[in-house]
Every structure is written in structure tokens, then in C-alpha cells.
């Protein structure tokens, strides 16, 4: 694996990141696997960012602790899909204390006060989006991408909160990096070639729930 650009993110080392745009790439990674990092690359691309930092979540609200896998062997799964320079694994979730993203991005905002965030996801997270805590404020406090997922990828786009949320849709990677940069809301879908694999089909062929 080729070492990041970049150290990995604390509570200590805010100036190691000042005025670098930063994609947070949040997931269960449960595993991680081919779609995240095609995902990940894209975005690297298409929204002009200098580093994805992978967040891993010690557990995902929404999913039952039964079916989760243990911390670090999902942490091992995101290593092993790192490529290139400019990405990382991260466990700041931990070292923040925070289950939702809501929260996670208000301390990352409090601790890394000159670092521009991006928060990416998949249009399958997109479209149960409405379902988050505080969901109308995380598109307050940061922009977002939306990548490309099967199945029916463009459901997404006419989703709850899709429609809530049209009137700061930008059209290009390019814009919501201007947004980025200056601490606007926005969000883009971004297109991508799709790849249907997912973490419940891995852990189905390797006898997990």
C-alpha cells in the first residue's frame, strides 16, 4: 500500500490540513470493498479534493449491532481498498465520540476550523438520507456529493430528500468545489461507472448475516 500524502487526522495535528479540501467518506465499510474504492477515486477526480479520509463508524444507527463486524477488522477491510496518495483510513469517529454524522461534522468543524469538508456518499445512502439525525442541518454545514450506486441509481434523485434539497443542487464537481472553498451549502451527483457488489453479498458468500 502507498503511504498518504498526508498524516493521519487528530485532534492534534488541525494545521496539517489547513485550507485542503477534504472528502469524508463515511461508511460501516462492513466490509470494504471494490464500489467504495472506485467511489473514493472518483471523487479524488471529479470534486477537485486533495485527500478522502474513510470514517469508519465504531457503529452505524441505523443497522443493528448484531450484523456489524468488529471495528478493527473493518478498519483492516478500508486499508486494504486504500490506492494511491491521497487516502486514508481513519478512526476520528472514535477519537470524537460520536455515533452520527451530524455530530461528527460539527466537531470536525470545531477542530479543523480552516479545513474545507465534503461529505460523500452513495445514492443508495442518499435516498434513506431523510432518515438521518439532523439531516437538514448536515446539508447546512457542509457540501455534499452523491455518487452513482445500484440499483436503480437514479431513484435517489427523486427521492424525499432530493426534493427538499433541489434548490442547492449544483451540476458539476466544479461547482461544488467553488462551494467547498467557500463554506456554501450544495450538493452534486456525480455519475460513475456502476458496480453492483455490495458489503451484504460479501458477508452472505462468507456465511455472515
Not at 27 to 45: C, D, I, M, V
Not at 85 to 111: F, K, N, S
Not at 158 to 182: C, I, M, N, P
Amino acid at each position: 500500500m502507498t503511504r498518504c500524502l498526508y498524516p493521519e487526522p487528530s485532534l492534534q495535528n488541525a494545521a496539517a490540513y489547513r485550507n485542503l479540501r477534504v472528502g469524508l467518506f463515511g461508511g460501516s465499510f462492513n466490509p470494504a470493498h471494490s464500489a467504495h474504492q472506485q467511489l473514493a477515486q472518483r471523487a479524488l477526480e471529479a470534486l477537485e479534493l486533495d485527500v478522502v479520509w474513510w470514517l469508519v463508524s465504531p457503529q452505524n444507527p441505523l443497522k443493528s449491532i448484531d450484523d456489524m463486524g468488529a471495528f478493527a477488522s473493518r478498519m483492516v477491510s478500508v486499508q486494504k481498498q486504500l490506492i494511491g496518495t491521497r487516502m486514508l483510513a481513519t478512526d476520528i469517529e472514535l477519537q470524537l465520540g460520536t455515533q452520527y454524522t451530524c455530530e461528527t461534522i460539527r466537531q470536525l468543524r470545531e477542530h479543523f476550523p480552516k479545513t474545507h469538508f465534503t461529505w460523500m456518499m452513495g445514492a443508495d445512502s442518499f435516498r434513506q438520507f431523510h432518515r438521518w439525525d439532523h439531516w437538514q442541518d448536515i446539508a447546512q454545514m457542509v457540501p455534499m456529493a452523491v455518487f452513482a450506486r445500484p440499483p436503480r441509481q437514479l431513484r435517489a434523485l427523486s427521492g424525499f430528500a432530493a426534493k427538499t434539497l433541489q434548490k442547492y443542487r449544483v451540476q458539476s464537481g466544479k461547482e461544488l468545489a467553488r462551494r467547498t472553498s467557500e463554506g456554501l451549502p450544495g450538493w452534486v451527483y456525480v455519475m460513475m461507472p456502476l458496480n453492483p457488489i455490495s458489503a451484504t453479498e460479501i458477508r452472505s458468500k462468507h456465511g455472515r448475516t
